[in-house]
C-alpha cells in the first residue's frame, strides 16, 4: 500500500495493466508478407507445364510457407500485455493474444523489477525458455518483471511501467508464513 502525506493508504487499482511494444518486428512482418506475396505471384503468373512442374511448385510452396511463417511469427509478438487482478496476472501476446499464459498469485512467491531484459540473453524476441533462466516474453529490450513461480521457475516479461507492476504483484501476494498473531 502507499502512503500519503495524510497518512492513508491507497489500495492498489483492482486491474493493473501494461504493455510493451517492438515496432521492428513490423519490419520483420513486411518480410514475411513480402514472401507470401512472392508465392502467391509465382502460382498465378507462371506457365504450370509438366517441363519444370516440380520446382516450380517447391517455390511457391516454399515462398508460401516462409512468408506465412514469418508474418505471423512477427505479428505474435509485435507487443505483450500484462494483466494484473486480485486473483490472478495473465500474459498475452500480440492482436489475437496468443500464446497466453495465466498465472494465479496463489502461483507466485515473489516479483522483481529487471532493468535491463535483453532479447540476447534469451536467444531472441518471443515466447523463449532456458534452462538455467527459466521462462519469458520478450518483445523488446528494455525494463520487465520477473516471477518467482511456488515451483521453483522464474518467468519473465518485458512491460513497460514494470516497477509498478512489480509493486502491484508484491501487494496482492498472500504471505507464505503466518504473521503475530492479534
Known sequence: MRDHPHGEHTPPPDVWTGRATNRVQW??????????????????????????LAPLVMSVVGCIAAGLLV??????????ALRV?????????????V???????????????????????WGGWGYRWRPEKGTAVV???GEGVALRLWDGHTFTITVDNAETAVRVIKERLRPTTPGPVR
Open 27 to 52: 519490419l520483420l512482418a513486411l518480410v514475411g508478407a513480402a514472401c507470401l506475396a512472392l508465392g502467391i505471384e509465382l502460382a498465378v503468373a507462371s506457365a504450370w507445364t509438366d517441363e519444370g
Open 99 to 121: 500464446p497466453r499464459r495465466r498465472i494465479p498469485l496463489s502461483h507466485v512467491v515473489g516479483a522483481e523489477f529487471v532493468p535491463h531484459v535483453t532479447p540476447r540473453h
Open 71 to 80: 508474418l505471423f511469427g512477427t505479428l505474435a509478438f509485435v507487443h505483450v
Open 85 to 97: 487482478d486480485t486473483e490472478c496476472l495473465e500474459v498475452r501476446c500480440g492482436h489475437i493474444g
Open 139 to 141: 518483445v523488446r529490450r
